[in-house]
């Protein structure tokens, strides 16, 4: 292939990593870990985030913003939390620099500006959040908070791949407050519901929806449930997680709150979050060797128009018609581009778009022009064919729903073949090792138990799904009595 | 009065800092100089970001995200920048926390941990962004490149104050590339118009235009463009800036392109950035000894339903009004909020609305029922009438456009009223203490003199407006000769 793409059965690692930089998505920066994330990848997560946004405002939520910074007493308040974090924290701990009396025009830390107390770079904002809702809550009146912020933070990972785990992510993280221990339940259920509904409706990627275990819980949570998507090479992908704090940060800051009747209760808490390693989870689980797939719920560009001419004659008579498509098109609120730069050739364009996943591709020549046709290319299936140009619009209207469930009924048979009940532990590592995918398989409930499969076999408890909890059953592993399969995995 | 505003006349700073707590735009975090900034503050910067990302878009620029970590080596590249910056820079040393042995359940920095490079916290992104801009240029084809980024920054101020000075503040930093010398000049043009447009059209904010001396340049820049507005007590704030860079970070970074014609030649750079700074700007030009006033076009609530009942049979057939009034209101792209909450009194609504600056607040009480009114409140003139229920939504149509425009003449007015011709330096003198606001005058162009009025006055050159740059004359201080006028002031 022209554009050289290492194939999935190649190197599916290798695959992604190029396909991240190839289709123009991200690129490592000069900083250990950090990604730039480039225009075109930028503009996926911007339609992630207004639709992410629009759910939340829907449900209620509002928007702020809090420091970057968590001060080390703030950051190692709530115990758990301050453990789970400490060893991958960047930290500030000088504020100037100065001229290297050694080396001119070279900077060094100014020794004279050491900070008081060290700064810790964000690894998440419960403890800034919760020391500053403090201030904010009095009554039962100043009950529910529920915030969102859009934010950066910097986890300093050792091994980091392009939106998978980096050292520096964008994210949004939700944190609310509540009178009662039913209410923040139900709103760590709401937000997990919601980020189910955006992984199917928008990124057309099934998800199941669960529980995790004790040793995969967020660190200071006293529930977390999840959503976890399986990526084509049979590992899991945990793709957002709702957390149920209980009153741990409450506690840990002292938060109460003048209840109705006249007492003082601590707040219930909850936190949310999303992040950009949604791209790699929707990278992973459309695309192939020829490039992206993109659902066209999160396009940037669903529509691409591609004119094959000789001279500026044709060209003319070709822009024409694509100038009417294009205008008839972005009236039914379907963006398109008309690509009819001159610098390259229409060859080297269909090989871009469709390494860039664009859903489709209208290319117009000089026999269309007699035919009064166009040549459109659905990116999913790779199919052509021809249609008149006066019935376009309604062919592009009808293929937005159509490519995107057909994105999302694809990735669902994939996911539902790559789920195996098993019932002993010899098949648990055979399928695990020949197919990958989820293990529906039974578990004691015990941390050790989970440690021993961890280590032999490098699959954890992705989740205990939220539908399936009731079975009787003996452990895969040490034959001990479970009440119900819980999914194993390898995942990122 | 209720809400214990301090007033302007007593004292106009402290005025400031209570109305930004009380009207619940932001506070201050436990972060040295770092800000919260809460709901309703964040609400009104997300309106000036939509309103600013959708003139950028028009404008043929896309967003990107680049590192928030620049490697020292990076950000002393371009030599004047790191000279401007080195100063006020929070600097990551090392990246790991671990208990401390002497302190159970204390951390401290893991001395083992310490970076091989320290890394800047980015206080603009000039160095991150041409390092990376290296790789993405190779020829003319290349360019232009027009990449924003929405993002935080720190600089390391020693004294703060919300939204006008804080260490960390959230902006949007455009950097451009260019084949030619005359595209860069003419896209820093182009974005300190836009700014002037968003601040008169959005902000109803008056602004000048023009550019700064050399002294009060961007570190960095060959040239920087601004716009300059003028506060009630009569400091001038400057309000966005758009710096032509020439080719000083492409030879900084090395960053040359293959001309059309085979050459080889160095890439010309802008920036641009506005930040949460227009908050500061927005509240000190409209806001009066009650409160917040805002304009319609930034109100993230245009319009405050108060219903004024006893017993819930009245409230049932108030509401009926009102939901209809909300219906009809929103079908007109306004945003209403009806604010039936029985928790607080009709009364402390309306110190509340009017604290947090809602351009008008409709209120529905038994008599209005009876007449088939409602009680209308203009926030900017504090005026009320009487409207028939059947015509309130035409009568609001046509304030958001008569308020908006009320401001935006009242600030000009004053604005107006606040540029005075000066030709004698101890009339500067006066002007500047009695009176304030900007002074034209003639300056002999050098940085001796500006230094010199700076030290005895404390006001500086704002800028060099675009138009009236060609009258001659003698310098306010030396009397040597000049050729035009420049505004001073004292200035946030």
Chains 1, 2 share one sequence.
Not at 110 to 122: F, H, I, N, T, Y
Not at 217 to 233: H, L, N
Not at 241 to 266: I, P, R, Y
Not at 267 to 288: F, Q
């Amino acid at each position: 292939m022209a554009k050289n793409l290492t194939t999935r059965k190649e190197d599916y690692s290798k695959w992604y990593n190029e396909l991240v930089v190839k289709a123009d998505l991200a690129e490592n920066s000069a900083v250990r870990g950090c990604m730039v994330i480039k225009p075109y990848g930028y503009a996926i997560w911007e339609k992630m985030q207004a639709q992410l946004d629009k759910m939340f405002k829907e449900t209620g939520h509002q928007n702020a913003y809090f420091p970057l910074f968590v001060p080390k007493s703030l950051f190692e308040a709530e115990e758990k939390n301050a453990e789970g974090f400490a060893k991958e924290c960047a930290i500030v701990t000088h504020y100037r620099l100065k001229n290297d009396p050694d080396n001119a025009g070279k900077l060094i830390v100014d020794p004279d500006a050491k900070l008081e107390e060290e700064l810790v770079v964000r690894p998440t904002s419960e403890a800034i959040i919760w020391n500053t809702y403090k201030g904010w809550i009095q009554s039962y009146r100043d009950l529910p908070i529920l915030v969102n912020q859009w934010a950066n933070v910097v986890r300093w990972e050792m091994r980091t791949r392009l939106f998978l785990r980096t050292a520096e992510f964008l994210w949004q993280e939700g944190h609310t407050a509540h009178a009662t221990k039913a209410e923040a339940l139900a709103e760590t259920e709401q937000m997990n519901n919601i980020y189910a509904e955006f992984a199917e409706n928008f990124m057309a990627m099934p998800v199941i929806k669960g529980r995790k275990t004790e040793s995969e819980r967020f660190a200071g949570a006293v529930e977390t449930y999840c959503i976890e998507a399986m990526m084509q090479d049979g590992k899991a992908l945990q793709a957002g997680t709702s957390h149920f704090l209980g009153q741990n940060f409450a506690k840990a800051f002292d938060v109460k709150f003048a209840t109705k009747e006249g007492g003082l209760e601590h707040v219930w808490a909850t936190s949310w979050g999303v992040s950009t390693r949604l791209m790699g989870a929707l990278i992973m689980t459309h695309s192939d060797d020829n490039g992206l797939v993109l659902p066209p719920n999160l396009a940037p560009i669903q529509v691409v128009i591609v004119p094959i001419y000789k001279g500026q004659e044709q060209l003319d008579q070709i822009s024409e018609v694509a100038n009417k498509l294009t205008a008839d098109l972005r009236a039914q609120g379907i963006s398109v581009k008309y690509d009819d730069r001159d610098t390259q050739k229409p060859g080297w364009k269909f090989a871009q778009y469709e390494l860039q996943g664009v859903p489709v591709r209208i290319a117009i020549g000089p026999k269309d022009l007699e035919k009064g046709s166009v040549e459109l290319a659905r990116r999913d299936t790779l199919s052509k064919e021809f249609v008149q140009q006066n019935e376009v619009v309604e062919r592009v209207k009808g293929l937005m729903t159509e490519i995107q469930e057909n994105l999302h009924n694809k990735a669902k048979a994939f996911r539902n073949e790559h789920i195996t009940e098993v019932n002993d532990f010899e098949e648990f590592k055979k399928v695990l090792k020949e197919k990958g995918g989820f293990i529906s398989a039974h578990w004691d409930g015990t941390a050790e138990t989970e440690n021993r499969i961890k280590e032999l076999t490098k699959a954890t408890i992705r989740l205990i799904p939220f539908d399936n909890e009731k079975e009787e059953g003996v452990c895969v592993f040490t034959g001990k009595p479970s009440v119900g399969r819980v999914l194993f995995a390898k995942a990122y």
